[in-house]
């Protein structure tokens, strides 16, 4: 079963939307954008195809690794 919802935007990110998704397609595309975050099965089989994707894991973790100092220059 489908819901309406009203949401307020920026005129120009409706303005995009319209120019780069399409009039019609909007929904499905805000949909399958914001799904993972709140449908938890969906979100947890995002987690375990990403984990999976051994390019991302190694930038994420030298992302991590790089930024641990900057933890430890923090004031306590």
């Known amino acids: 079963m489908q819901k309406k919802l009203t949401i307020t935007i920026d005129e120009q990110v409706y303005e ?8 019609g397609r909007i929904s499905r595309f805000i ?7 709140v449908i938890y099965q969906e979100l947890e089989a995002a ?9 991302r894991e ?12 900057d933890v430890s220059d923090e004031a306590r």
Request: negative net charge; proline residues 3%.
């Open 16 to 23: 995009g939307l319209h120019a780069v998704i399409g009039r």
């Open 31 to 37: 949909e399958d954008l914001i799904r993972p975050y």
């Open 47 to 55: 987690y375990r195809e990403m984990a999976q994707d051994e390019e």
């Open 58 to 69: 190694a930038e994420a973790l030298e992302w991590a690794e790089a930024t641990v100092g």
